[in-house]
């Protein structure tokens, strides 16, 4: 059972530099999310998206871009990083009806930008 | 917007013992859902507890219970007899009914169990 996977798992960049985190999720999940973690500040939102072909900006949208081609998939772009995006990423999946309420992550990516 | 304040930055429990860990909360909405998330050092966010707003009973799992005043807007999370593998982030959260756009997290708190 995949659940939901993020990758990669950890990344150094060099301001400036772009990447893309991938998360893909196997239970034909319709709304994705993407979230960062700082120190103090708990989980906040940053794009997410309730279907293929549809995203939406959450908390924290500015200097990330967001694409879901693919209903299972939900990828996180950075352009040109910088060291405020220095964090964890965590991707989460869920079903829109049923069980609602049941959100699943992925185990988290850290990116550190020098 | 939905604010989850957690005032407890960190936070110690003796092992075997009882520990309360609290939330406050802010909104408008009648229809939403509370939750307690555990993120141990790997990092997976794991669920502990969900509470209905709508439902009068407090919600438990086992060693874990809540304590939900609508009125006053605060969600407290029990741990009876702690164990060492309870130590970690607790996470508060709160999420709209019906809202695709998930959750609003609180800023953690820090539990240690000492042995």
């Known amino acids: 059972n995949a659940g939901v996977t993020q990758t990669p798992k950890f990344r150094v960049l060099k301001t400036g530099q772009s990447m893309t985190l991938l998360c893909a999720q196997d239970m034909n999940h319709e709304y994705m999310y993407w979230y960062r973690q700082d120190p103090g500040m708990g989980l906040r939102l940053i794009h997410y998206?309730?279907?293929?072909?549809?995203?939406a900006k959450g908390e924290v949208p500015d200097g990330y871009n967001v694409s879901r081609l693919k209903k299972q998939n939900f990828l996180l772009g950075l352009e040109s990083a910088a060291p405020s995006q220095t964090s964890v990423y965590f991707c989460a999946s869920r079903s829109p009806g049923g069980r609602a309420w049941e959100l699943f992550f992925g185990e988290g990516s850290r990116l550190t930008v020098l | 917007a939905q604010t989850v304040t957690q005032s407890q930055p960190e936070m110690s429990v003796q092992e075997a013992e009882t520990v309360t860990l609290s939330c406050t909360y802010d909104t408008s909405e009648s229809d939403y859902y509370l939750f307690w998330y555990k993120q141990p050092p790997s990092r997976q966010m794991i669920l502990v507890i969900r509470?209905?707003?709508?439902?009068?009973q407090n919600a438990t799992e086992n060693r874990f219970s809540v304590n939900f005043q609508k009125a006053a807007k605060s969600f407290s999370l029990k741990i009876s007899d702690s164990q060492l593998g309870d130590a970690a982030m607790y996470f508060c959260a709160f999420r709209r009914s019906g809202s695709a756009r998930q959750l609003t997290f609180g800023s953690g708190t820090q539990l240690t169990v000492l042995p």
């Open positions: 509470q209905e707003a709508y439902k009068q």
């Open positions: 998206s309730v279907g293929e072909g549809t995203t």
